[in-house]
């Protein structure tokens, strides 16, 4: 059974800190990981996909780094702004259970003015 | 192009009564799946749909029920409500079901 974790759980900073979000899953085998926000009470946004083959995934202040080998990935996220005060949840899709995105639990950022 | 959308936004029902939520997915994806999500467990994932068929289904009751129709517009509905299954109801749309997903606004359910 996959297993998709993100630590912290909660995070908060100063604004224009960079922020770094973990996830981690314990089935390297993975199809693709896709990132996601939501806001409070709000369906998911996607972030950024980033298939098996792929190191990294880049959208504006966004980065996103996967190491299947160690079961890894990495949002950051350049010059916080109080628009970024979300939860950030990382998900992903196995070969052996296709169409179904797996959850980490999210880190909840807040980022202060 | 319009994003993922569902109906109803809210909903207010009473222990034993069963309800239908819809969802319509992006123009010219054929893949919706469900999720439900409460603040104890998360993101759950309740079934897949392609071109009407359902081909992943995870572990709920049988009460959650789902189809698909031609134009790949998707209900779930589910029975004899139970106070726990309070939640936000999400749908979800790609192209294939492997691709991209994304995530209607949901359907925030109470059950009382």
């Known amino acids: 059974k996959q297993e998709v974790t993100q630590i912290p759980a909660a995070l908060s900073v100063p604004e224009g800190e960079n922020l770094v979000l973990n996830c981690s899953f314990t089935?390297?085998?993975?199809?693709?990981l896709q990132w996601f926000r939501q806001d409070p009470g709000k369906g998911l946004t996607s972030l950024l996909l980033?298939?098996?083959?792929?190191r990294e995934q880049t959208s504006g202040r966004l980065n996103a780094s996967l190491d299947k080998s160690s079961g890894r990935s990495t949002l950051y996220i350049a010059a916080s702004q109080p628009g970024d005060s979300a939860t950030y949840l990382c998900?992903?899709?196995?070969?052996?259970?296709?169409?179904?995105?797996?959850f980490g639990a999210g880190t909840t950022v807040t980022v202060r003015a | 192009k319009a994003g993922v959308t569902q109906t109803p936004r809210y909903l207010i029902k009473t222990r034993g009564q069963q309800v239908t939520l819809s969802c319509s997915p992006i123009?010219?994806?054929?893949?919706v799946s469900w999720y439900q999500q409460t603040p104890g467990q998360g993101l759950q994932f309740l079934f897949e749909?392609?071109?009407?068929?359902?081909?992943n289904k995870g572990n709920f009751p049988g009460r959650f029920s789902g189809r698909q129709f031609s134009n790949s517009r998707s209900e779930m509905n589910v029975s004899t409500l139970e106070l726990g299954d309070s939640a936000l109801y999400l749908c979800?749309?790609?192209?294939?079901?492997?691709?991209?997903?994304?995530f209607g606004p949901g359907t925030r359910l109470t059950v009382l």
């Open positions: 089935d390297s085998a993975i199809y693709n």
């Open positions: 979800a749309s790609s192209l294939t079901g492997n691709n991209e997903q994304f």
């Open positions: 980033i298939q098996s083959s792929q």
């Open positions: 749909y392609f071109s009407e068929t359902q081909r």
């Open positions: 998900a992903v899709i196995l070969p052996s259970n296709d169409y179904k995105l797996s």
């Open positions: 123009s010219g994806h054929r893949s």
